[in-house]
């Protein structure tokens, strides 16, 4: 029972002796690549690069313990230190013992937040928020990183902004200002790590590149030229501290808290779902956002920023052999031992170099595949992407999150709203009936039309509902049997009761008969406990179109020969 809250007691007790030279080599190759990203996207965020370091230690440690995926890499990842720096920002300058201690804080309640819903069992939110609004944000988002960079990148001290429009036109006017050296060696930064990369994926082009640089830098003295480096970096174990839960500012960080605690369960869960369907693994939704929650919540104790699993680090982790949390946990030795030994060797790492590993990094996150897809397969779907990424890309990416999460709402609420309805007709020689549109050769019965209804009844659908139905008797004005197929029917609630009411009583006023067809059991259940079972007619459900269609000929053959009437 325990291990179902904590499920690293399950699969330690029972590790596989095969996986464990999968999981080592996963965990170092990891780790090494945590230390370029972290220090990189700690710049990202607004924090000194040190910070990235911490965020990969005690999170990636929480996750392990109570995670369900065996390849999810949790750390720091670009998108969420850009959420940070966005929120955190408007509060405290970049860098400032101010900021961090509002970032610490944002990170113990985007943890609560998460722990919360995970504990409420609240998993199923991830189905509330489309695909290409993801997209859209996911795409915008890396655009507005790579711009946040350009400083770093070039020399040039443009202060920070949350308009794309002033990042642009204040480069512009200042390029005169563009430091060579600096615009060098990020380029050459980023010109390295894609030649090692196409060699091989698995080699850390982002750590020999940093290698490289800072001894270029160092022997050469390229930092008394007017190249920035990263100076000093304090090494040790963590202390904890709790000096940062300054409850006056939860109220002010509250919405980006939100935002980050959705954005990076969302991005979590995907990437953990993309790969335990690879091996053949199961993932419980509602226990990730529980151990993404307590990552965080212990991990801001322990100067982390708010944390989540990258698909990058992850797709290295399952390439390299990851099978267990186990590689997570070495992962986070290896940053610690980079704590206590390694840090003096980060002084003349040269910032143009960080800002090059995060281009490479979110180049990736651009996602023009879906937009390729999108043209052809879903127009609707395509502009809820475009949306997205423009409110994001010139709103903001607060702006951008709050909007995207409305259209995907919108257009649930939207199609729900509008179900798809069809006239059926009885395919030739057979007992199976098709959408008329679609098999133009099916046989229709004068008198007799068949509707389905593809969607569960509720308040929202049933005046389109009505709308449909009250068309189609006006184009056949001499149907007397009217057959509802309800099989695709899961629910009714109340409303759509009084509306089948309202029908039933419509067309008997219209001399039609109503007859169903493949009523499940709980909306006969609900019909049988409304009254509205009795009065419709015992003989009015039947299990199959095809039977309803044939007791509707025999009634309609009787009222013809002047035997008895339509409903006899």
């Known amino acids: 029972m325990l291990s179902r809250y904590i499920?690293?007691?399950?699969?330690?007790?029972?590790?596989?002796?095969?996986?464990?030279?999968?999981?080592?080599?996963?965990?170092?190759?990891?780790?090494?690549?945590?230390?370029?990203?972290?220090?990189?996207?700690?710049?990202?965020?607004?924090?000194?690069?040190?910070?990235?370091?911490?965020?990969?230690?005690?999170?990636?440690?929480?996750?392990?313990?109570?995670?369900?995926?065996?390849?999810?890499?949790?750390?720091?990842?670009?998108?969420?230190?850009?959420?940070?720096?966005?929120?955190?920002?408007?509060h405290a300058a970049s860098g400032s013992p101010e900021y961090i201690t509002l970032a610490l804080l944002l990170a113990f309640m985007v943890g609560v937040i998460q722990l919360v819903l995970g504990l409420l069992r609240f998993?199923?939110?991830?189905?509330?928020?489309?695909?290409?609004?993801?997209?859209?944000?996911?795409?915008?988002?890396?655009?507005?990183?790579?711009?946040?960079?350009?400083?770093?990148?070039?020399?040039?001290?443009?202060?920070?902004?949350?308009?794309?429009?002033?990042t642009l036109v204040m480069t512009a006017t200042r390029a005169g200002d563009i430091h060579l050296l600096t615009l060098g060696?990020?380029?050459?930064?980023?010109?390295?790590?894609?030649?090692?990369?196409?060699?091989?994926?698995?080699?850390?082009?982002?750590?020999?590149?940093?290698?490289?640089?800072?001894?270029?830098?160092?022997?050469?003295?390229?930092?008394?030229?007017?190249?920035?480096?990263?100076?000093?970096?304090?090494?040790?174990?963590?202390?904890?501290?709790?000096?940062?839960?300054?409850?006056?500012?939860?109220?002010d960080l509250l919405p980006i808290a939100l935002a980050i605690a959705l954005v990076g369960y969302m991005e979590s869960i995907a990437v953990a779902k993309s790969f335990a369907a690879k091996h053949g693994e199961r993932i419980d939704p509602s226990q990730e956002l529980t151990a993404l929650g307590m990552a965080n919540v212990v991990g801001s104790f322990f100067l982390s920023y708010p944390a989540a699993g990258g698909f990058g680090r992850t797709a290295v982790n399952?390439?390299?052999?990851?099978?267990?949390?186990?590689?997570?946990?070495?992962?986070?030795?290896?940053?610690?031992?980079?704590?206590?030994?390694?840090?003096?060797?980060?002084?003349?790492?040269?910032?143009?170099?960080?800002?090059?590993?995060?281009?490479?990094?979110?180049?990736?996150?651009?996602?023009?595949?879906?937009?390729?897809?999108?043209?052809?397969?879903?127009?609707?779907?395509?502009?809820?992407?475009?949306?997205?990424?423009?409110?994001?890309l010139f709103l903001g990416i607060e702006e951008g999150i709050l909007i995207g999460v409305a259209l995907s709402m919108l257009s649930f609420v939207y199609q729900a709203s509008r179900p798809h309805m069809a006239r059926l007709g009885r395919v030739p020689g057979e007992e199976s009936y098709r959408n008329v549109e679609r098999f133009p050769e099916v046989e229709r019965t004068e008198g007799i039309a068949i509707f389905r209804i593809d969607a569960s009844l509720f308040f929202g659908n049933v005046e389109h509902i009505k709308d449909g139905l009250s068309e189609l008797l006006s184009q056949e004005p001499d149907t007397r049997f009217l057959i509802l197929d309800l099989y695709p029917v899961n629910r009714v609630d109340s409303?759509?009761?009084?509306?089948?009411?309202?029908?039933?009583?419509?067309?008997?006023?219209?001399?039609?008969?109503?007859?169903?067809?493949?009523?499940?059991?709980?909306?006969?259940?609900?019909?049988?406990?409304?009254?509205?079972?009795?009065?419709?007619?015992?003989?009015?459900?039947?299990?199959?179109?095809?039977?309803?269609?044939?007791?509707a000929k025999r009634r309609l053959n009787a009222y013809l020969v002047g035997e008895a009437g339509p409903d006899a």
Not at 49 to 64: E, F
Not at 204 to 219: A, C, D, E, R
Not at 222 to 237: F, Q
Not at 500 to 510: G, N, P, T
């Open 185 to 251: 060696m990020g380029l050459g930064g980023v010109a390295l790590i894609l030649i090692l990369r196409r060699f091989s994926r698995r080699l850390p082009g982002g750590l020999l590149v940093i290698v490289l640089g800072t001894l270029l830098t160092l022997f050469l003295g390229l930092d008394a030229s007017g190249l920035p480096i990263v100076g000093t970096v304090p090494a040790g174990l963590l202390v904890p501290r709790v000096d940062f839960l300054q409850w006056s500012a939860v109220s």
């Open 495 to 551: 409303t759509a009761i009084h509306a089948l009411a309202d029908i039933h009583e419509r067309l008997r006023a219209r001399n039609v008969t109503l007859l169903l067809s493949g009523v499940k059991g709980p909306v006969r259940d609900a019909f049988a406990r409304s009254g509205l079972a009795e009065q419709f007619g015992g003989d009015a459900a039947f299990l199959r179109i095809h039977d309803a269609c044939q007791e």
């Open 123 to 166: 998993g199923f939110i991830t189905n509330f928020l489309s695909h290409p609004v993801l997209s859209g944000f996911t795409s915008a988002a890396a655009l507005i990183i790579a711009l946040s960079q350009i400083k770093n990148l070039t020399g040039i001290p443009i202060p920070r902004s949350s308009s794309v429009l002033d």
């Open 7 to 90: 499920p690293a007691l399950s699969w330690a007790r029972n590790y596989n002796r095969s996986h464990l030279p999968g999981d080592l080599n996963a965990g170092i190759t990891v780790g090494v690549l945590l230390i370029p990203q972290g220090l990189a996207y700690a710049l990202i965020a607004g924090m000194p690069p040190i910070y990235g370091l911490y965020a990969a230690i005690v999170p990636l440690l929480i996750y392990a313990l109570l995670g369900t995926s065996g390849q999810l890499a949790v750390g720091p990842v670009a998108m969420m230190s850009l959420l940070v720096a966005t929120g955190v920002s408007e």
């Open 318 to 392: 399952a390439q390299a052999g990851a099978r267990t949390p186990l590689a997570s946990m070495i992962s986070a030795v290896i940053v610690s031992l980079t704590l206590l030994f390694l840090t003096s060797l980060f002084t003349f790492l040269p910032n143009a170099l960080l800002a090059a590993i995060i281009l490479v990094a979110v180049a990736g996150l651009i996602d023009l595949k879906e937009v390729r897809f999108l043209w052809g397969a879903n127009r609707t779907d395509l502009a809820l992407l475009v949306s997205t990424f423009s409110a994001t």
